[in-house]
């Protein structure tokens, strides 16, 4: 038996809803979000775009075949040479300097979600942390597309939040979240495939020898 990522909100929908459809993303929506409360946002998915990367190394780490790994290098190479400098550009836009991001403290939710992701893919295996990041990219995409078709979305200069909604529903974003999509497909053959901890009853005797 095989699984999509529709499979698991179709089994939480009021979760899933109440998540795209948030009052912050509808404020974003339509303009009225507190410019304050964009700020810190942004601060802190600066700070979330790291913990993504290591989740991304932490998937290397775990990858079983080589197109798992290849997979894993990709994120893992996009955020840290392309997101996290658009990332910086964008935040210097709104008066956030890139020192000022460096010095940051993470909040209490980007610690509880980052580290719920990086916790979830240590336990467990490349299909778990896959399954733990699914709702962030796979969302991110689904809120632009529910807010561009939303009636009371202000596109364009009426809405200071109009570019990051362009950022999400772009053919790139949307296509790299399309990879999210069929993430926990073939659940028996991943499972199979996993590498399971390297024991060495001799490790001790070795490193006392050595």
């Excluded at 362009?166 to 399309?178: H, I, K, N, P, R």
Aim: aromatic share 12%; charged share 25%; glycine share 4%.
């Amino acid at each position: 038996m095989t699984y999509q990522f529709d499979d698991l909100k179709n089994a939480y929908p009021e979760e899933w809803q109440a998540y795209i459809e948030h009052r912050f993303v509808r404020q974003l929506g339509d303009g009225s979000l507190a410019p304050d409360a964009f700020r810190h946002y942004l601060k802190q998915d600066y700070l979330f775009l790291i913990q993504f990367a290591r989740a991304f190394a932490l998937a290397a780490y775990k990858s079983a075949t080589m197109s798992d790994l290849r997979q894993a290098k990709e994120g893992l190479q996009a955020i840290l040479d392309t997101e996290l400098d658009l990332h910086i550009r964008y935040c210097s836009e709104w008066g956030i300097s890139e020192a000022e991001l460096a010095e940051l403290p993470e909040a209490r939710a980007t610690l509880a979600y980052t580290r719920y992701v990086l916790e979830t893919g240590n336990r467990g295996d490349l299909l778990d942390l896959h399954v733990a990041l699914s709702p962030c990219m796979v969302g991110y995409g689904e809120i632009a597309n529910w807010l561009n078709a939303r009636q009371e979305t202000l596109r364009g200069e009426a809405n200071p939040y109009d570019a990051w909604i362009e950022m999400y529903e772009s053919d790139e974003f949307q296509e790299a979240m399309q990879g999210f999509y069929p993430v926990t497909a073939d659940i028996p053959k991943k499972r199979h495939n996993v590498p399971k901890e390297c024991s060495c009853p001799d490790a001790e005797n070795i490193a006392q020898s050595s």
